[in-house]
């Protein structure tokens, strides 16, 4: 807890840290997105969600995803984990990664990947647990599903280790515990132990903090980035708050209407915003967050 | 009644055929049409026997054939929807409009009455209907007018639940909050401001509640409590029938469907309104 | 445990309540016991002295805890028609109508539960039309009528069955169960249907609540999601269901045992009914709450095993 608040004094330097970490040593690039469409056919007129979504990710990276609701923020990271619902849309492009194309490949494939190597979470720690299974349970989810060879002792071992290092411990039990049972910034930190157990390479977080009060929202910030450092998790940050953004991402993109308006390094984004959308993004963030 | 017609409006506005209700208001048309012209004319008196003509198959003559005292099962069918229909409608009116009091009163005060009134109201509730009819009819003694009142207070419970949640929703809404500070009095209140807005659940239960009714009314007269001798209910009916279900099949399958249309009816416009006002 | 033990107090609590209420009733009725026992040939001298020996006298609080002391002890009371203990009566009868229910309660949840799945997985396919359809249908046949019609089909139309052909439990236990398969399925084809509709529409529901998309985000197939996710969640209204429809197959066998000619409870019953014998309805009627009570404890017991979030408290 006390390093906790120690690190985040320290906001911008390490920032730095991340990004030039990302950028000298690992410089291979592990998910590809180019020319992401997504359309809805839900009315008569088909709508247009996403258009021209292009994304590089680096590895052990962190990239946010900044705009208003209706961005096509969510949709493009949805379409990135597999999890767009298959009737009613239309997609096009191309998401590589590891040689497949997500977007095309078969679902079997698909769901190799999912949880194992691409993990998500989502903005509502409220309903995104199911609520009748115990925590240990859905912790461990990932590894039942893609690591058959791993006996339950193992599993537990390490959803344990995963519930500790998400900062459950001192919670009585947490394993045996159900979701009903724990606060919001709790579940958030159990849906983040469940996402990195089988240790995936990219690790996608839509909103992850917006349904959470200031002081637990920094708590799982502190708590990616020290996924993002200790098991160098590539991380997709999305978010409509630029500053939440600011203090953890090197990279950003930002959508208005489907489209990406900008895209490049936070601070400089931040310095010399080049278009009004995200002067206006940064005029919405309340004056202490600017240093 | 307004409200009640804005129901079909909605209805025709979103395009959307609403199968439920219209197939709903067909056979419950048919049968209301057929209980009414049993009122004024049937083609044989129903209580008429012929002892040439006895459990005769269907024909121009006899619709649905005859039964084993020669009497035509089309004419009893008619007078015998129409007690079906009579009990049952009289089990409503006390169920729903016993129930709609009890539901409204405690529903808006609360308390202590509540408490208690729900505690018996939920134990009432556990039992199966047809159950807590039989103890009422017990109590009263059997015949046509014991079991509807047996049937009616045994509907009671489940109207008062629907009626009292629908007041604790609708309570502490403005228009109601707007009301008690102009100074309307308390029962006013009630009956003239909120209970209209609960016309779209309660109506729905009601269609419900004749489809329950019809089933257990025909039920009791299954068993031979209800209607008596020479009085017929659909029930009794279909009990005296079945004895012949061997050489006169069509006799017990066409009362059989009679009563399955009617309930069939009141069934789908019951889910037909439900669908329209959520 | 606590759970277990608070929900059982509540039960018996209310079992109090019930059976006060049910010995109110039958107190209340006009013509006590002891003129119904000798009917014409009654003196006031006999009826004064039969009333002091039965305890009529004491007042109605001390009645109904004597009664219900008896009650405890197997001591039914005696029915006024036959003059003989009512428990005896009821006694053989009581397994011929229990095990029509659970027959009736099994049929219902084989049926219900994979059909409601199905329709649920294929919504808006041809089969979940089919169903549906049907389903509206069957719930309106009342199972008199559809034991009428079972009766039809397997015993005039394609002859398998024997109607009347009822064999006691005590002579062969296997025929015994095959005679009530039919009069069972009467009486689980519309709770069937209304548990196929409310599982199909619960499973529909927990389909789209957020959870299932964490789960599909872990990399679980469709049918994972459906069994490890949602089910158990869209259980929760359906196990609620079927525990009020259990009470009602057994209230609902007293109609169908006419039907099908079945001796259990249904014609002591009806006949007590009819002759007034009202110990007989009282014991019946008791006997009745008893099971329906137990049953809604199991329910609460099964709902917190499946629904954490039921707390002791609640």
Known sequence: MKQNFGDSGTVTSDIYITYQMGNTMNNNVILDVTDLHIEFHDHDKPETVVEDFDLMLEAGEIVGIVGESGSGKSMSALAIAGLLKRHALTKKGKIMFDGTDLLTCDRKTLRSYQGDEISMIFQEPMTSLNPVKKIGWQVEESLRIHHKEMDKAERKRRALKMLEAVGLNDLERPYDKYPHQLSGGQRQRVMIAAAMIAEPRILIADEPTTALDVTIQAQIVELLRKMNREKGTAIIFISHDLSLIRQICSRVIVMQNGNIVETGNVEEIFKRPSMNYTRKLIAAIPQIDLD | MKRFLALFKKNTATGRRNTYLILGMAITGVVLLMVIIGIFYTPYSPTKMDSSAKLQGMSLKHLMGTDNMGRDVFSRVLYGSRITLAIATFTILLGAGVGTVIGALTGYFGGIADEITMRIVDAMLAFPSILLSLVFVSLFGTGTYQVAVALGISFVPSFARIVRSEFLRCKNMDYVEVAKLQGVSSLRIIFVHILPNTVEVLLSSVMIGFNNAVLAEAGLSFLGIGAQPPYASLGNMLSDAQGYLFNKPSYVISIGVVIVLMVLGFSFLGEGIKRISS | ?314
């Not at chain 3, 107090?9 to 006590?32: E, H, K, N, W, Y």
């Not at chain 3, 199905?118 to 559809?146: C, R, W």
């Not at chain 3, 005039?156 to 009822?166: A, E, R, S």
Request: glycine share 6%; aromatic share 10%.
């Open chain 3, 1 to 314: 445990m606590r759970y277990i033990l608070k929900k059982a107090l509540s039960m018996a609590l209310t079992l109090i309540v019930v059976s006060f209420c049910v010995f109110l009733a039958f107190s209340l009725i006009p013509g006590d016991p002891v003129t119904r026992m000798f009917g014409t040939e009654a003196t006031p001298e006999l009826l004064a002295q039969y009333r002091e020996k039965m305890g009529l006298n004491a007042p109605l609080i001390v009645r109904y805890f004597r009664w219900a002391s008896a009650f405890v002890q197997g001591d039914l009371g005696t029915s006024y028609n036959y003059k003989i203990p009512v428990a005896g009566m009821i006694a053989e009868k009581i397994p011929i109508t229990l095990t029509l229910a659970i027959m009736s309660f099994v049929i219902m949840v084989v049926v219900s539960i994979p059909l409601g799945i199905y329709t649920a997985k294929y919504e808006n396919g041809l089969i979940d039309h089919i169903v549906s359809s049907l389903n509206q249908i069957i719930m309106a046949i009342p199972p008199f009528f559809s034991g009428i019609l079972l009766t039809f089909f397997f015993g005039v139309v394609i002859k398998i069955f024997t109607p009347g052909g009822f064999v006691s439990y005590t002579k062969d236990v296997s025929e015994f169960l095959k005679y009530l398969i039919l009069p069972a399925f009467a009486i689980a084809l519309p709770k069937a249907a209304m548990a196929t509709k409310l599982l199909r529409g619960s499973v529909i529901e927990e389909a789209g609540k957020d959870y299932t998309r964490t789960a599909y985000s872990r990399g679980n197939t469709t049918n994972a999601v459906l069994y490890l996710h949602v089910l158990k969640n869209a259980m929760i209204p359906v196990v609620t269901f079927m525990g009020m429809a259990l009470a009602d197959m057994v209230a609902g066998s007293i109609v169908i045992e006419q039907v099908f000619g079945i001796p259990g409870i249904s014609r002591i019953l009806l006949t007590s009914i009819n002759n007034r014998d009202y110990p007989v309805v009282e014991a019946i009627i008791m006997g009745i709450a008893i099971m329906v009570l137990v049953v809604n404890f199991l329910v609460d017991i099964i709902y917190r095993i499946i629904d954490p979030r039921i707390e002791a408290g609640k």
